[in-house]
């Protein structure tokens, strides 16, 4: 198992509310991706943060925003959810600056939108 | 932005024979393979990566193949065991940006 966890694990909301998902990093890595997998689907890349900056944003509307903290702990914020965003979402920590490009991924938090 | 593809999305194999999934990348840029395995109701879990000054790397069972000039990459199970069942995920990245972009799955079940 890798070091990487976020809370919640589960988390059931209703259109139009907001949510906040958390990610903490593994121990040694400084750079935090997010991602959304849907059932049955890879996970597509929604942002990145290295050094507290968004650090480049796959194909997401602006009301998915994010946060990375002097820790490098990170926050995933979606605003206005639809019925569309009930996804796993995953957060993966890696360590940006040397050749390796190993990301390790956390367990995920369901989200349910109804 | 860089579009991967994988195939097949389902295959079955007996135990003991072999399972062969590819995917190609379209941006040259792209120099780190990864393959990603994940069973049901967790994680994915990093099983083998290459890099781009690779044509090949094996660790036990598992071996990757990249073929940079057609932009294509596969993975080879050797001697399945039906804990190999599990959706494997291939991704692309580029070293500079490290953010990958994952293949779409191949759901592999292995027949005991």
């Known amino acids: 198992e890798t070091g990487v966890t976020q809370s919640p694990t589960h988390l059931i909301k209703t259109r139009g509310q907001q949510v906040t998902l958390r990610c903490s990093s593994q121990s040694g890595h400084n750079t935090v991706s997010w991602y959304q997998q849907a059932l049955g689907q890879g996970p597509q890349f929604i942002f990145q943060y290295y050094r507290e900056e968004e650090n480049g944003r796959g194909n997401f509307p602006p009301r998915f925003s994010g946060l990375q903290f002097p820790n490098y702990s990170s926050e995933l914020n979606v605003n206005a959810l639809e019925l569309d965003d009930s996804a796993l979402y995953l957060c993966?920590?890696?360590?940006?600056?040397?050749?390796?490009?190993?990301?390790?991924f956390g367990p995920g938090t369901r989200l349910t939108v109804l | 932005g860089e579009n991967v593809e994988q195939h097949p999305s389902t295959l079955s194999v007996q135990e003991g024979d072999s399972a062969v999934i590819k995917c190609t990348y379209s941006?040259?840029?792209?120099?780190?393979f990864p393959w990603y395995k994940q069973e049901l109701g967790k994680r994915p879990q990093l099983i083998i990566d290459?890099?781009?000054?690779?044509g090949e790397k094996k660790d036990q069972r598992i071996a990757v193949t990249l073929n940079k000039t057609a932009k294509h990459f596969s993975l080879h199970i050797t001697e399945t065991q039906p804990e190999d069942s599990a959706v494997y995920f291939c991704?692309?990245?580029?070293?500079?940006?490290?953010?990958?972009?994952f293949g779409t799955g191949t759901s592999l079940t292995v027949i005991p």
């Open positions: 290459i890099r781009s000054n690779v």
């Open positions: 941006d040259s840029a792209s120099n780190y």
């Open positions: 993966a920590s890696s360590l940006m600056g040397g050749l390796i490009n190993e990301q390790f």
């Open positions: 991704a692309a990245s580029y070293h500079t940006g490290n953010q990958f972009y």
